[in-house]
């Protein structure tokens, strides 16, 4: 079972992923984007030392960058390994996806290879997975498409933790070094255009055999292209568009005709496109499909002039980015929800609770009455966006912070306050209720069954519980055997309520491996209320979900 801390470190290890990856395409030549992907594996993903090996066009492997060591940098860069030698090393070893990990009881036979190599002697391995000096792994780094051409090979070394990479660690590597066979591909494909971009510059008398080079990197290329017009009445009309991007759009070239970007791009990244510079601009957006759907592409702007004194175009790089974008909506979510269970975890629910809180205790009740916020403003939605490299988190309806200055009770924030108390006049106040959730009798269970019958009985519980919930409704685990509901637009008796239903569906027997077992389950109803903090709540509702379980005898828990 995960700790709590690691949610946060998967976090700040996808941002620093995130950001290591978005470095790749800030590089202006080849060689500047192979130093970055070394620098990267060192800055971002917990490696000391990494090493570029770089396919030449003869087939062997050159050691192009090399990052954590001047000294081992001076001594192998420039080096040259057979391809044979590469091919027999990324045959060996055990497989990790993609990545081959060769541990160093079966690497000795490797040392007086041609390929070249550097290292430390250390000491022998304390426990099973602590990382020996000669152990290796390789990932490999492949053009996009389904011939799956070598581009080069990743070679790290020295984990700063001194452990072997887990599942974690292992898919953040393999993941990066897709992201930098595609920042190889085009850095070259930059480096092809950029070279007949100054030919149709500075060569009018080869003006025809460059417009053909042009034509065909144009064509040819792996990923979307599209030249647009640029100023008057049809500015950023699409003139041409390449076999790649009618293929991402699945729209044939005459229709692309018809439209300019501003047609195509999601409606809420309309923005995005508007700020992108012409000169240089680079943005991330969604482009519709002819089947209503959207893809992620990478958008990348360069002017091109059709003569010396000739019309300006605008010449359009597009990336299809859909799997990046995949991979890190599923990173955050591994990092914000319960592996087990799948629910929002802890750090979630109080990212969750934290924002519906602000500093100004009561202050639309005290300031304007009861009438002065909106009872019905219930629904809690939640998404990650990715903006400028990081993951935030926005929960719609009240994503604006509460600073000290802003004024009155009729600021943007919808303050979020308790019903009356048990026993005063109800005067129709909706709040945000948290219902602190525990199980009665799990323990024995877990300790007379084991961990895979509590792990089925935790599973089931929070299935019944996010069955009973509404849409909106957020249902979280804290840890252990201990749950907690966030329900808004709610009075004090319809959060009773909730509680006996909610404990109603968790007393029915659960089945696992052809055996029945029965948990109960003691509820304590608190409310989140502006001027209280994110500890606050959730203490309060714990605290009455214990005076809850000691006012019931242990027979009367134990069938709910």
Same mark, same amino acid.
């Given at each position: 079972m995960e700790t709590e801390s690691e949610p946060y470190v998967r976090l700040a290890t996808l941002r620093q992923l995130h950001q290591v990856v978005a470095n790749l395409n800030t590089a202006r030549s080849l060689a500047d984007t192979l130093q970055t992907v070394a620098d990267g594996v060192v800055q971002g993903l917990g490696y000391e030392l990494a090493c570029v090996n770089l396919v030449r066009p003869d087939g062997d492997l050159v050691v192009a960058a090399f990052a954590g060591s001047p000294a081992a940098e001076a001594l192998i860069t420039g080096r040259v390994g057979s391809r044979a030698s590469w091919e027999r090393r990324l045959s060996m070893g055990e497989s990790w996806g993609d990545l081959r990990f060769?541990?160093?009881?079966?690497?000795?036979?490797?040392?007086?290879?041609?390929?070249?190599?550097?290292?430390?002697?250390?000491?022998?391995?304390?426990?099973?997975?602590?990382?020996?000096?000669?152990?290796?792994?390789?990932?490999?780094?492949?053009?996009?498409?389904?011939?799956?051409?070598?581009?080069?090979?990743?070679?790290?070394?020295?984990?700063?933790?001194?452990?072997?990479?887990?599942?974690?660690?292992?898919?953040? %590597?393999?993941?990066?070094?897709?992201?930098?066979?595609?920042?190889?591909?085009?850095?070259? *494909?930059?480096?092809?255009?950029?070279?007949? %971009?100054?030919? %149709?510059?500075?060569?009018?008398?080869?003006?025809?055999?460059?417009?053909?080079?042009?034509?065909?990197?144009?064509?040819?290329?792996?990923?979307?292209?599209?030249?647009?017009?640029?100023?008057?009445?049809?500015?950023? !009309?699409?003139?041409?568009?390449?076999?790649?991007?009618?293929?991402?759009?699945?729209?044939?070239?005459?229709?692309? !005709?018809?439209?300019?970007?501003?047609?195509?791009?999601?409606?809420?990244?309309?923005?995005?496109?508007?700020?992108?510079?012409?000169?240089?601009?680079?943005?991330?957006?969604?482009?519709?499909?002819?089947?209503?759907?959207?893809?992620?592409?990478?958008?990348?702007?360069?002017?091109?002039?059709?003569?010396?004194?000739?019309?300006?175009?605008?010449?359009?790089?597009?990336?299809?980015?859909?799997?990046?974008?995949?991979?890190? *909506?599923?990173?955050?979510? !591994?990092?914000?929800?319960?592996?087990?269970?799948?629910?929002?975890?802890?750090?979630? %629910?109080?990212?969750?609770?934290?924002?519906?809180?602000?500093?100004?205790?009561?202050?639309?009740?005290?300031?304007?009455?009861?009438?002065?916020?909106?009872?019905?403003?219930?629904?809690?939605?939640?998404e990650y966006e990715y903006e400028q490299g990081h993951a935030h988190a926005h929960p719609h309806g009240h994503g604006f912070d509460f600073g000290a200055d802003a004024a009155g009770p009729y600021d943007h924030h919808v303050h979020t306050v308790a019903p009356p108390a048990e026993g005063d006049v109800d005067d129709g106040t909706k709040g945000l209720a948290v219902l602190f959730c525990d199980l009665d009798g799990f323990k024995s269970i877990n300790d007379r069954f084991g961990h895979h019958t509590g792990d089925a009985v935790l599973i089931e519980v929070a299935r019944r519980l996010s069955a009973g919930v509404r849409d909106g409704d957020t249902v979280a685990r804290l840890g252990g055997d201990e749950f907690v509901v966030l329900a808004d637009g709610l009075g004090a008796a319809d959060a009773a309520d909730l509680a006996v239903r909610l404990r109603n569906a968790i007393i029915p027997p659960i089945r696992v491996d052809g055996r029945a077992v029965r948990v109960g389950a003691s509820f304590g109803i608190g409310w989140a209320e502006c001027g209280m903090s994110v500890e606050e709540v959730l203490n309060s509702a714990d605290q009455r979900m214990y005076i809850e379980k000691r006012s019931r005898s242990k027979v009367h828990r134990r069938a709910g």
């Open positions: 060769i541990p160093h009881t079966e690497g000795w036979v490797l040392i007086e290879d041609d390929v070249p190599q550097w290292h430390t002697e250390g000491p022998e391995p304390r426990f099973e997975d602590e990382w020996h000096p000669r152990d290796r792994l390789y990932a490999p780094m492949y053009a996009s498409g389904s011939g799956r051409e070598l581009l080069g090979v990743i070679s790290v070394d020295r984990p700063r933790n001194g452990r072997r990479p887990g599942p974690w660690g292992q898919e953040a %590597l393999q993941m990066y070094a897709s992201q930098a066979a595609i920042a190889i591909s085009n850095a070259r *494909l930059r480096a092809n255009m950029q070279r007949a %971009l100054v030919r %149709l510059e500075r060569e009018q008398q080869a003006l025809r055999a460059s417009e053909e080079s042009f034509r065909q990197a144009f064509e040819y290329a792996p990923s979307g292209m599209a030249i647009a017009e640029m100023g008057g009445d049809q500015h950023g !009309r699409l003139l041409r568009a390449n076999d790649a991007l009618c293929r991402l759009l699945n729209r044939p070239a005459s229709v692309m !005709r018809r439209y300019s970007f501003a047609d195509l791009v999601h409606p809420e990244d309309i923005g995005t496109l508007l700020r992108t510079s012409a000169e240089g601009g680079r943005a991330e957006l969604r482009l519709g499909r002819r089947d209503g759907t959207y893809v992620w592409v990478s958008l990348r702007n360069s002017v091109v002039a059709d003569t010396a004194d000739g019309p300006r175009f605008l010449l359009t790089h597009v990336e299809d980015i859909e799997e990046r974008k995949r991979h890190e *909506l599923q990173l955050a979510h !591994r990092a914000s929800h319960d592996a087990l269970t799948g629910l929002p975890n802890s750090a979630e %629910l109080r990212a969750r609770l934290s924002a519906r809180l602000c500093a100004r205790p009561q202050a639309v009740r005290t300031a304007a009455g009861p009438d002065a916020y909106e009872p019905e403003a219930t629904a809690y939605e939640y």
